[in-house]
């Protein structure tokens, strides 16, 4: 939540009303120094300064809860699509392992997972399976996680020969069953929802 706190500061400091007055403020300021003080300067600076100390000064107090949400939503797009390029690439790693089960169960993942926070986001869950929710959250991850090495335990194998092959192979097709097994779990908790 660092990065929301981080955006609804920058969006409540670093807004061109907050900012412009503020400089233009500082600006004038400055000039009338140059020039040997003028009145003129000095109350446009003042008067700059505390415009935008005013305009930050309402924004925080009228607009916070708008702000929050706005920067909570763009930090959760900005997750949701890193997440789908991370999923996308290990999509395309799992087509080349010549193992249907991988490819299946990272799809079911998805769509599983999609279909949870679609009904959270409809608020079609009450608030005590709060806990359940997140430990489908945990298990979505932890099941990435493992589909990711197996993919790279995949690689490694394609490279060696003999009993260190079959060992990697006998020990990835452990993996992706504990990761069916998962996700037949993940399937039958949502379907409760």
């Excluded at 935008?52 to 000064?57: E, S, Y």
């Excluded at 996680?145 to 194998?157: G, K, M, Y």
Aim: proline share 3%; with cysteine; hydrophobic share 40%.
């Amino acid at each position: 939540m660092d990065s929301v706190k981080r955006k609804i500061l920058l969006d409540i400091f670093a807004s061109p009303g907050t900012v412009l007055p503020m400089a233009g403020g500082i600006t004038a300021l400055m000039a009338s120094w140059a020039v040997g003080g003028q009145s003129a300067l000095n109350f446009a600076g003042v008067a700059g300064i505390l415009g935008g100390c005013g305009i930050f000064a309402s924004r925080l107090i009228l607009s916070l809860e708008k702000i929050t949400r706005d920067a909570y939503d763009h930090v959760m797009d900005k997750q949701k699509r890193s997440q789908e390029a991370a999923l996308e690439h290990l999509q395309n790693r799992l087509e080349t392992d010549e193992d249907p089960r991988t490819q299946v169960c990272l799809r079911d993942l998805r769509s599983l997972y999609t279909r949870l926070n679609e009904k959270v986001q409809e608020d079609h869950i009450p608030p005590a399976a709060i806990s359940v929710i997140e430990g489908v959250d945990n298990l979505f991850h932890s099941c990435i996680t493992q589909l990711e090495h197996a993919a790279d335990l995949w690689e490694t194998a394609k490279g060696l020969k003999g009993p260190a092959k079959k060992s990697l192979i006998r020990q990835r097709d452990e993996i992706v069953e504990e990761v069916c097994e998962a996700v037949l779990h993940i399937g039958k908790t949502v379907e409760r929802f």
